[in-house]
């Protein structure tokens, strides 16, 4: 994973280790690697499955701003609603970044783990002293010779190391040499030049500088490809951004989508839609639909309502709500997919937005029917048309009469739809067509793969969704939810 801070600050413990950082810096996690992520209040954080290209340990990076952009496109592809989204973004890091200095081994008994501590912030308490704090009735000898038993290293030196990685840290940020030196409890630069030097073969400044030329390049891989049945052009050239367009699919809940950049064309229960750039809508449950954006445009989603808390009328006229970097909306994407990316923000705020600057038809009884159906289904996607409609207190011929005339679809394809917006969800969750088939109440194996094939066109075996479970699992949130509402 990589976790680029776009805005503010944030701190992330790989492991043992916290590393503070900064607007436009990051750092690439290898798969493994046990991770916190604290955002500060105001920050943005995008975290981003990202290959290594071989590496194997953490990377502090550079983020420069005019990269934010292509890592966004990268994230929205992540979220699954795209066709075509083939995984992980390739990543590659250029100019020549410092391997992180290897921490010391940490002492064992509590004693000695306490008198560690107060060593590590910072050389101003005297060794006596800080033994006679964290065990007291020690002596001094004593302390030392448990102290190279337990970790091989002498108190001394493990300080110094000590102090060093968090010099390095400071100095990947930019931060002043003196200002370090101080701040790590030496006197003056030469003397922390010196211990520097000798820790890590570079001097304070080679690091600084050689941690500010390190910065990465994200790919999305796929881009210009068609996935098999798409109908797009063969040939495409390598590397380009093509038009995309969701998959086709019926929500089992209320989702607002947003052009965060560019426009994007919205077909919705048969009805065509523009959006501009900075515009928004809100897409009913159980409502057919498929965007198509430009080449270069960004479409997000922005958050989702269970159909539980009402109809939502069809989309007449979007919500005005503002551009990518504006209001405070990616915040709220962020907050609606993941747990580390912000901090105290309202998940429901961008929902909020568009709901309240939107234009959307009245809502009709069978507005009301519709999305309660398409609610129940994505509950229990295995139900039959007729006992769904007992289950909903109408007839199966008025269940059947409502589903025509708002989606075009006949009940039978309406359903398939649902079922299979599902299906290429769980897929992305890395559950097995054969899994998927048993729980959306197929007998066959055969008959499953001919209804994704139907909607998808491709087979759930060779249409390569990505399995993005890590990912979401990384990301704090379980995407079943969301996902079967986008």
């Known amino acids: 994973m990589l976790y680029a801070v776009l805005r ?20 690439w996690v290898p798969a493994g690697d046990l991770v916190a992520v604290r955002p500060s209040p105001g920050a943005v954080v995008l975290p981003l499955p990202v290959s290594g290209g071989g590496r194997t340990v953490a990377t502090r990076l550079s983020v ?49 783990r306490a008198l560690a501590e107060l060593l590590t912030r910072g050389s101003e308490t005297g060794l006596a002293e800080a033994v006679g704090s964290a065990a007291p009735g020690w002596s001094v000898r004593t302390v030392q010779r448990r102290f ?3 970790t091989g290293w002498g108190i001394a030196a493990w300080a110094r190391r000590q102090r ?11 931060r002043d040499i003196e200002w370090v030196a101080h701040r790590v409890g030496y006197g003056g630069v030469p003397a922390f030049s010196r211990a520097f030097s000798e820790a890590t073969g570079a001097t304070p400044g080679q690091w600084r500088q050689r941690s500010a030329d ?28 093509p038009e995309r367009r969701t998959w086709t699919r019926v929500n089992g809940a209320h989702v607002a989508v947003w052009a965060a950049r560019g426009g994007a064309q919205l077909i919705v229960g048969g009805r ?73 923000v309202d998940p429901d705020r961008g929902f909020a937005a568009t709901i309240a600057g939107s234009v ?38 008025e269940f059947a009469r409502v589903i025509h005339e708002r989606t075009g679809e006949s009940p039978a394809a309406w359903l398939r739809l649902l079922r299979m917006t599902r299906a290429r969800n769980q897929l992305g969750d890395g559950e097995t067509p054969s899994e998927i088939s048993r729980e959306l109440g197929y007998a066959h194996l055969p008959a499953f793969s001919r209804a994704f094939r139907a909607v998808h066109g491709a087979g759930p075996t060779v249409l390569g969704v990505p399995n993005l479970k890590p990912t979401r699992a990384a990301w704090g949130r379980s995407m079943r939810v969301p996902a079967s509402a986008l």
């Not at 790989?14 to 503070?20: D, H, P, S, Y």
Request: aromatic fraction near 4%; glycine fraction near 14%; charge should be negative.
């Open 360 to 397: 959307r038809a009245a809502v009709t009884p069978d507005d009301a029917l519709l999305g309660a159906a398409a609610n129940l289904f994505a509950r229990e996607p295995d139900l039959r048309l007729g006992v769904a409609a007992t289950r909903l207190g109408v007839s199966e011929r």
């Open 272 to 344: 065509e839609l523009s959006l501009a750039e900075g515009d928004a809508v809100i897409i009913p449950a159980g409502t057919p639909n498929e965007f198509r954006t430009p080449a270069g445009s960004l479409l997000v989603p922005l958050g989702f309502r269970s159909a539980r808390t009402g109809a939502i009328g069809a989309p007449v006229k979007p919500a005005a709500i503002g551009s990518l970097w504006e209001g405070g909306l990616l915040e709220a994407v962020l907050a609606s997919y993941t747990r580390v990316g912000v901090v105290g």
């Open 148 to 150: 190279q038993s337990e």
């Open 164 to 174: 060093v990685r968090a010099a390095a840290d400071m100095l990947a940020e930019g």
């Open 214 to 241: 390190a910065c990465m390049r994200v790919s999305a891989p796929g881009l210009g490809r068609t996935r098999p049945g798409s109908g797009g052009e063969a040939g495409a050239r390598p590397g380009a951004a």
């Open 64 to 112: 420069p701003e005019h990269a934010h952009t292509s890592l966004l496109h990268a994230f929205v592809d992540v979220l699954g609603h795209l066709d075509g989204a083939d995984g992980p973004a390739q990543f590659e890091l250029t100019g020549d970044s410092p391997e992180p200095l290897a921490a010391p081994p940490a002492p064992v008994s509590p004693e000695l």
């Open 8 to 27: 503010g600050s944030a701190e992330v413990s790989i492991g043992g280790e916290r590393l503070r950082l900064r607007a436009h810096t990051g750092v």
